[in-house]
Structure formats: C-alpha cells, structure tokens
C-alpha cells in the first residue's frame, strides 16, 4: 500500500515525465542492456533502434504516475502489457532487473536534487506495487494456459508443415506441434509468441494468429522487414520440416461477441488477425464490411481469399484500396483512406462494431474518420504491432 508521501511525491514527477519521459527511458533501457544482457531477447532491437520501444515505455510510466490513485482509469492498457509479456514469457524475476534500472535512470537523468532519497523510495514502492499487479495477473494467463486442454507453459517444439508466399512482402507459416499432441484454442485477434535461437543468441517476436484454429495447426502470417533479423529468417531460411519454438497464444485485441455488424479495417500487414476475425464471423449471419489498403496489389496478401468469402456469403462485402497501384492493378479506390470512402463503404446506420489494424498513421486516421462518422468510440478497436503507444486521431 502506497503511503499518502508516496502519492504526493509520484504526482509531482509528472511534469517532469511529460517533458523528460523519453530521455529517462532511452537511459534505462542503454543502462538495462548493457548490465543484464540476458534479458536483450526480450526486446525487439528494431523498436529500440526506432524509438517506439523508449516512447511506449515513456507513456506506459506517464500513465501510471498520472493515475496512481485511480490505477482503473488506465483502461486497458494494464491487460495490453499482460498479453505482451505473456507471448514474451517475461517472467517474475525479471521484475528486479526492470526495477533496479529504471530507479538508476530516475536518479541519474533527473539529478539527486530532484530525483531525491524520498522520490527514490516513492517509485521503488510504486514500482514494486505495479510489478505485484503485473506478476499475479500474468501468472493467472500462464496457469489458464497450461490447464487449457492442448496448453502448454514456456516454449512448445513445432514443426513448419507448410510454407505459401501470400504476396511479394508476407510468407505464411503452418506449424503443428512436434509431439502429436492436442492444440490449445484461441480467440481470433490473437498472436504467438516465437523464439529463434541464433548463434549469438536468441530473439523473440510475436505474430498474430491468421486462420481459425482447427485444433491441429497454427497458421502465422510474416511480412518481410527491411533489416528484419527474424522476418528475414523466417522468410529466407526456415523451410517445411524445420522446428521452431513457440510459446503459447495471447492476446486481448479479440472478436467479440456481438450482433451489430463487423468492420474489420486493415492496411498492409495489419490483415492478419482480421483473416481469422472474418472466418469466425462469417456464419454468423451479421453484416461484415471487410476493408483493405495495401500499396498495389503486389503486395496485396489474401486478396483471393478474402473474395471467396463473399461468394455464397451476401451479408460479406469487402472494399480494397491501393494508394500506389500499378499499372493494371484493380482495387474499389485509390489513394488513402478517406471518410468519404468509408462513409460509402460502411453501413448507413453507424452502430456498429470495428476493428482496425496497420500502420500507426493508417489507425490514427482511421480512428479520426470513425468518430466524425459517429461510430460509437467504444465499439472502436485496434490494436499495435509491437510496443502500446499513444494514438492519437
């Protein structure tokens, strides 16, 4: 329990994480790796070469320190770093390594004059109650996990069954386990965890779910990243009967129960889990709305698929938008999303339910459009490849 110090004390660093939250965790993270190596695998290098790790951290401490007293008023973004540690397998004792470095880096950017003994002390409570927070609620995810029939704890052996280039960038990937066993269920939206062990060391990603569970294999979809160490493996070297580890599915971006009809609004890569959101909805009988915005149809994955669920299914409409086609290439519009298309292609009664994924700028926009189209903000969903940040639109 927080003593009304450590309250007072937490809230009066918010200016100085709202003007320095980005320089405190760059020098935790160079602070984190440089003195517990082992834990390097847990982080995606790329999201630190590109920052979007140290800003969603930033915002992630923002948060907690703005409502330190009200900890439900972060919303979902507790169940967000959940389902992402859990795919991680971050464990309990990596809590003290996180711990210890982010209070070095509180009192080395902030300076002994502000980051005083007392403040130390407040965030090492603070800390420590959001760890214990952190730590039982993932642990209720590993024990459901390994309970579930199929489920496993840690990393599970599979084996690649199939491999299908989807488009120039996207490579999927069937895995069933190695040891004939049962395969744990998931919930459409959700993802994988995925280890690779490299010579100098391992790496771990995440990839989301791209078909209906079947109960006898996983299906993950790969785009190719320019400078991706393990899309590029995946891509280039992994072949049909290669093994890989995987951990168990997580995930809250899920397809929920309901009777309203679907838009599920993808861009590039970000029509992944939508694949296996429109599968489970398809016989539904709901209205589905499936949109897509791909660069020209090169690159266009699962354009074919997604069509033959339309035949034989009225109640599925789906709309493809290309911002750079080229020549020949067919889609419903070009350019970018606008709220003029998706006021067309959307239904006229607005209370409805939508589920959009891609790039940052494509979900802030989408975002936008939907709100001055009046879709509820709350039957909004979406979702981030890699760290939770701010989205603004």
């Not at 580890?245 to 997580?250: I, K």
């Not at 606008?338 to 959009?356: H, I, K, V």
């Amino acid at each position: 329990m927080l003593s009304a110090e450590h309250l007072s004390l937490i809230k009066a660093t918010v200016p100085l994480l709202e003007s320095g939250g980005e320089a405190l965790t760059r020098h935790f993270y160079q602070l984190m790796f440089s003195e517990y190596p082992e834990v390097r695998a847990l982080f995606n290098q790329a999201h630190q070469g590109s920052g979007n790790q140290q800003r969603a951290l930033a915002n992630a401490v923002l948060m907690y320190a703005r409502h330190i007293e009200r900890l439900e008023a972060l919303g979902p973004l507790v169940g967000q770093i959940v389902h992402k540690h859990v795919s991680l397998q971050i464990l309990p004792e990596h809590y003290p390594i996180v711990g210890t470095c982010l209070l070095r880096a509180i009192r080395e950017v902030l300076g002994e004059e502000l980051a005083t003994d007392a403040v130390i002390d407040a965030w090492a409570a603070a800390y420590g109650q959001l760890a214990d927070i952190l730590i039982g609620a993932e642990e209720s995810v590993y024990a459901a996990n390994a309970s579930a029939p199929g489920g496993w704890r840690g990393a599970r052996d599979f084996r690649v069954t199939r491999k299908e280039v989807e488009s120039e960038e996207i490579v999927s990937l069937y895995l069933e386990p190695k040891d004939g066993g049962e395969l744990v269920a998931f919930q459409p939206g959700q993802y994988i965890g995925l280890r690779v062990n490299f010579p100098d060391g391992e790496e771990r990603r995440n990839y989301s779910l791209s078909a209906r569970g079947d109960g006898s294999h996983y299906r993950i979809s790969v785009k190719r990243e320019a400078g991706g160490r393990v899309s590029n493996y995946l891509h280039d070297q992994v072949q049909v009967g290669d093994v890989v580890e995987l951990f168990p599915p997580a995930g809250d971006f899920v397809l929920r129960d309901s009777e309203r009809p679907l838009a599920l609004i993808t861009a590039g890569v970000g029509i992944t889990p939508a694949l296996a959101m429109l599968e489970q909805a398809r016989d539904s009988g709901r209205p589905i709305h499936f949109i897509h915005c791909a660069r020209h149809a090169g690159v266009h994955a699962f354009r074919d698929w997604v069509e033959e669920q339309s035949t034989g299914n009225p109640q599925v409409r789906h709309y493809f938008c290309y911002s750079e086609p080229r020549p020949g290439d067919q889609a419903h519009a070009e350019g970018f999303i606008s709220a003029e298309l998706l006021d067309r292609w959307l239904p006229e009664e607005r209370d409805l339910d939508a589920y959009f994924l891609g790039p940052k700028p494509f979900m802030a926009q989408v975002k936008r459009h939907l709100r001055e189209l009046g879709v509820p903000q709350e039957q909004c969903h979406y979702e981030f490849f890699g760290p939770a940040q701010a989205l603004e639109g």
